[in-house]
Every structure is written in structure tokens, then in C-alpha cells.
Nanobody, 125 residues
């Protein structure tokens, strides 16, 4: 059974940092892409970042480039999203997902089969 558990969300002020964790189990971690997505109230879920645990390739949405860093600890079956210089517009529920998208589709929800329950990130101004 695939299990995905996100943690690390919270309430911070503009400019502060958070590190999200995604602990996964029930599948061969190295064979999959782990993606981070977010969904703000009234908006569609959007791709934030992703990492391919097999070849290490990564994806970042333009709106987080230079601020967020994704990393993977394959020994712990855990992916991290370090979020720096947070802005109020980063406020959303952040979801971790597992799939096997092609590189050009890392940001598309369609390609991800398993999802966590989400963790709330709130950035106050």
C-alpha cells in the first residue's frame, strides 16, 4: 500500500522559511518522480517542484525559482522542499505526489497516481 505523508507546514511571516517533508512508502522510491503541488482557495492545483529519484532531474515553477529547493534522501524515502523568502502568494495547501511523468510533464497533476493529504502553508504580510 502506497503511503504519502507531508509535514512541515505552518504559519510564517513574509521573508521567512519553511521546510516541507514528504515521507513515502509502499513502492520502489528510486523508480518514481516526487512532485510538490499547491492549491490556494478558489484556484486550481498547480505544480511547484518535482524531482526524479532515478536520475536526479528537477523541475521548478517560475514563481519559485531561486527561492525553493527540492531534495531527496533515498535512504529515508523522503523528499524535502526548502522554501525560502516566502511571500503571501505562497499561501496554499501543499501536496506531495508520486508518479512517473516524462520530464516535460513534471508539473502536470495528470501524471501523478498517489497523493498525500496536504499540509497548510500560510504566509502573513
Amino acid at each position: 500500500e502506497v503511503q504519502i505523508v507531508e509535514s512541515g507546514g505552518g504559519l510564517v511571516q513574509t521573508g521567512e522559511s519553511l521546510r516541507l517533508s514528504c515521507a513515502a512508502s509502499g513502492f520502489t522510491f528510486d523508480d518514481y518522480v516526487i512532485g510538490w503541488f499547491r492549491q490556494a482557495p478558489g484556484k486550481e492545483r498547480e505544480g511547484v517542484s518535482a524531482i526524479n529519484n532515478h536520475d536526479g532531474s528537477t523541475y521548478y515553477a517560475d514563481f519559485v525559482k531561486g527561492r525553493f529547493t527540492i531534495s531527496s534522501d533515498n535512504a529515508k524515502n523522503t523528499v524535502y522542499l526548502q522554501m525560502n523568502s516566502l511571500k503571501p502568494e505562497d499561501t496554499a495547501v501543499y501536496y506531495c505526489a508520486v508518479g512517473q511523468p516524462p520530464f516535460s510533464a513534471y508539473y502536470l497533476t495528470f501524471w501523478y497516481n498517489y497523493w498525500g493529504q496536504g499540509t497548510q502553508v500560510t504566509v502573513s504580510s
